[in-house]
């Protein structure tokens, strides 16, 4: 009687996690446009979307924001990635350089929409402390140029706590405080606990039910794809990526809260 039970729980929450991935499927349009309803009130076509996705490492596009990415071309956006470094940490900047454009050409953007920045002031190391004021003015001349209407990026805790990821975030918060990108819909991945990161796509009620602005999901066919992304990155291919790969939620969810656009104190480095 207890494994009938058991087994009768399994399968209803199994059965839960399809319905929800489905009803995601047909739901996601309507959600995108309500991420960007500080547009304007008239109605938005996802094929008028031009989203950037900003990271500050190869591999950050497969490891966080593969959902995101695969939904959003999936959808006829125009996905645009801007990396901040060449992930030189072990002096394998220009394979890693490689590496990323492989697995973006996986993830669907193409190569004229990938800018892969190699400045000295802005070092893969999690010991630097990037500067704001430098990565803003990045980001905001990237913004303007392509004539992007859609920024995703970290949160404050950068997923893994990385420096370099907290710095991105700083310095789109300071965007939206200064109101520089006032056309421009701002959103934060969010950082969840351990237990639901490596809950793997078991996570996906939680998610479901929990507020976001944005809920990106993925099934089978679209974690094949994340996968194969991730393992374009054969030089960060270490034993416990291979765990990653199978037990982290962001390779088959991503959610995002809105980075409020409006008067904020935000000290500037």
């Known amino acids: 009687m207890t494994i009938c039970l ?40 996802c094929s008028k979307i031009i989203a950037l996705i900003v990271t500050a490492h190869p591999d950050d ?7 995101t990415i ?19 940490y072990y002096n ?8 990323l454009l492989n697995s973006c050409a996986v993830l669907g953007i193409p ?30 001349k990237h913004v303007r140029a392509h004539s992007i209407n859609m920024v995703l990026t970290f949160d404050g805790r950068g997923v893994s706590g990385h420096a370099n990821h907290v710095a991105i975030h700083k310095a789109v918060s300071h965007l939206a405080s200064t109101g520089q990108v006032p056309d421009c819909s701002l959103l934060s991945l969010k950082t969840v606990g351990l237990f639901r990161k490596y809950f793997s796509f078991l996570e996906l009620p939680f998610s479901w039910l929990l507020p976001s602005r944005l809920c990106c999901i ?35 969810i991503n959610t995002f809260q809105m980075i409020p656009q409006g008067p904020k104190n935000l000290k500037i480095y």
């Open 92 to 99: 394998q900047g220009a394979q890693r350089k490689q590496e």
């Open 111 to 140: 190569a004229s929409r990938i800018t892969i920045l190699d400045h000295k002031k802005l070092p893969d190391d999690p010991r630097a402390e990037w500067s704001i004021s430098l990565v803003s003015t990045v980001i905001v």
């Open 6 to 45: 058991i087994f009768i729980l399994v399968l209803s929450y199994l059965v839960w996690i399809k319905w929800i991935y489905y009803r995601h499927r047909r739901t996601l349009a309507k959600s995108i446009k309500h991420a960007m309803n500080v547009l304007s009130s008239r109605e938005t076509n």
């Open 218 to 252: 993925i099934g089978s066919q679209g974690y094949r794809q994340a996968k194969a992304a991730m393992l374009c990155h054969r030089t960060q291919l270490l034993w416990f990526r291979y765990l990653y790969i199978i037990f982290s939620r962001y390779m088959f």
């Open 70 to 88: 695969i939904r959003l071309c999936e959808e006829k956006a125009s996905v645009h990635l801007l990396c901040l470094s060449e992930g030189n």
């Open 61 to 67: 596009e497969c490891m966080f924001f593969a959902p």
